[in-house]
């Protein structure tokens, strides 16, 4: 298949060099694969990304040549493998620019992350009758964690409203924020619509009422270069697997201050600095929040990607993903009875799709005998597939790695659909 960057429409056509995705591709070794005998159209990004070569090499590294545990050893192999943990830590401090790289908790990944500040923050300081606003196109990691909390503690899910683009309604928004809200949790980008939500006028309405706000940046981190201090959002998660790192590892940033303020959530050998029978003292930040042994292969794995896409530049991959973003909307369109679900003026390269009469899962099979991955369920929010009438979508969603040539091939498998299913 050729992977040349196609020329598109004056409005659509990248500003300065064009990206060179066929270099890009090569360092993609998942790429060069076929599924049923056709090459593989991996459309599943949102779901877990590809890893480049420096990242897998980066794991395997770790075990071939500094595999020991970290800050625990005083010997050769465990002081260097800390080192190289702890470099992990500072580039993902560089990558989301917190202030202090004691900000960033390496966690397992989003679900963790908002679990973590569920547990901790969230049961120090919700009672009964407090509030935790969320928004509609929450993911269930980003809905699941604070309606336990509610219901442990006799507080109030509410939840801001959006309309049928799937745009946030903000002053809907706003008038849910009061004195018994206690804290704002929304996504940054839509793992369903793709909406990239107005974050900065969100965290100034909670700001001016004393909320503090929770991002899920899941979804965003991959497309949208993040700046927490820039945004004063007040946590921030990321999963690594979705950002061209290994599964299993993410992060969670915090305020220092807030983090300080917050009790532990695990209990273990690490998060301490001293344990007798009578009283533990716990460790400072980071390590108060990182009990046990972590996964400090997949951590280097992860600074990997991140030094992956300093080197590409994200706001070029960003750029390049926007022109994809464009092309697929319009081909999608064009194709007899398809709805896209989720047209935000703000979008990043995710497109969720109905066909009339069609099953998604079906959609979904059909594609995959095509060598076509998408995603097709109710993608971990059910309440989002409510507000729009539907059970399930199906989704594509494209990174940079993607050619307009799959696009192309997309369109005819979606052809093939509706010639097989009717
Ligand atoms: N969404 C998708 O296919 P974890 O699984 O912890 O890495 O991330 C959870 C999560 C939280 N928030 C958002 C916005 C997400 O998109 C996800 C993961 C995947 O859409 C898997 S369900």
Same mark, same amino acid.
């Given at each position: 298949m050729a992977t040349t960057t196609r020329e598109v429409t004056p409005t659509t056509k990248p500003?300065?060099?064009?990206?060179?995705? &066929?270099?890009?591709?090569?360092d993609f070794p998942i790429l060069k694969a076929k599924v049923h005998g056709k090459p593989l159209v991996y459309f599943d990004n949102a779901a877990t990304a590809q890893k480049p070569r420096q990242v897998i090499e980066a794991e395997q590294q770790f075990y071939l040549s500094l595999c020991s545990n970290v800050h625990r050893g005083v010997h050769w192999l465990s002081e260097n493998a800390t080192q190289a943990y702890e470099e992990a830590r500072a580039k993902a401090q560089h990558f989301l620019n917190a202030a202090e790289s004691r900000e960033i908790i390496f966690v397992r990944g989003t679900t963790e992350a908002i679990n973590l500040v569920a547990g901790t923050y969230g049961r120090k300081n919700v009672q009964a009758g407090d509030e935790v606003v969320i928004s509609a196109m929450e993911h269930h990691s980003n809905i699941?964690?604070?309606?336990?909390?509610?219901?442990?503690?006799g &507080?109030?899910?509410? =939840?801001? %409203?959006? !309309?049928?683009?799937?745009?946030?309604?903000?002053?809907?928004?706003?008038?849910?924020?009061?004195p018994r809200t206690k804290l704002v *949790?929304?996504?940054?980008?839509?793992? =369903?619509?793709?909406? $990239?939500?107005?974050?900065?006028? $969100?965290?100034?309405? #909670?700001h001016r009422q004393s909320i503090p706000v929770l991002l899920d940046g899941a979804q965003a981190a =991959?497309?949208?270069?993040?700046?927490?201090? #820039? /945004?004063?959002?007040?946590?921030?998660?990321?999963?690594?697997?979705?950002?061209?790192? %290994?599964?299993?590892?993410?992060? /969670?940033?915090?305020? #220092?201050?807030?983090?300080?303020?917050?009790? %532990?959530y695990h209990g273990g050998g690490d998060m301490i600095s001293s344990v007798s029978f009578e009283k533990t003292l716990y460790n400072v930040i980071p390590c108060k929040f990182e009990a046990g042994t972590p996964n400090i292969a997949g951590t280097l794995g992860l600074g990997a990607a991140i030094d992956y /896409?300093?080197?590409?530049?994200?706001? !070029?991959?960003?750029?390049?993903?926007?022109?994809?973003?464009?092309?697929?909307?319009?081909?999608?369109?064009?194709?007899?009875g398809l709805r896209i679900v989720g047209t935000a003026k703000e979008k990043a390269s995710v497109i969720s799709f109905v066909m009339d009469g069609l099953h998604p899962h079906d959609v979904?099979?059909?594609?995959?005998?095509?060598?076509? *991955?998408?995603?097709?369920?109710?993608?971990? *929010?059910? %309440?989002?597939?409510?507000?729009?009438?539907?059970?399930?979508?199906?989704?594509?969603?494209? =990174?940079?790695? !993607?050619t307009f040539e799959e696009i192309d091939v997309l369109v005819k498998g979606l052809h093939k659909v509706r010639e097989i299913l009717g």
């Open positions: 500003a300065g060099a064009a990206f060179d995705v &066929a270099r890009i591709r090569r699941v964690p604070w309606q336990m909390l509610c219901e442990e503690k &507080a109030k899910l509410r =939840v801001a %409203p959006i !309309n049928d683009r799937g745009e946030l309604l903000l002053e809907e928004f706003e008038k849910l924020l009061g *949790a929304v996504t940054h980008v839509s793992n =369903v619509l793709g909406t $990239i939500n107005p974050v900065r006028q $969100i965290i100034e309405m #909670a =991959v497309h949208v270069k993040v700046d927490v201090c #820039a /945004l004063d959002c007040d946590f921030y998660t990321v999963s690594g697997h979705k950002l061209y790192g %290994p599964t299993g590892i993410g992060l /969670l940033y915090g305020k #220092a201050k807030l983090l300080e303020a917050m009790p %532990p /896409l300093d080197a590409l530049g994200l706001e !070029n991959a960003a750029r390049y993903e926007h022109q994809l973003l464009m092309y697929a909307t319009d081909a999608l369109s064009r194709i007899p979904g099979t059909v594609l995959d005998q095509e060598g076509i *991955a998408v995603r097709t369920g109710h993608h971990c *929010a059910q %309440p989002l597939m409510d507000r729009f009438g539907v059970p399930a979508t199906t989704r594509a969603s494209l =990174v940079f790695y !993607n």
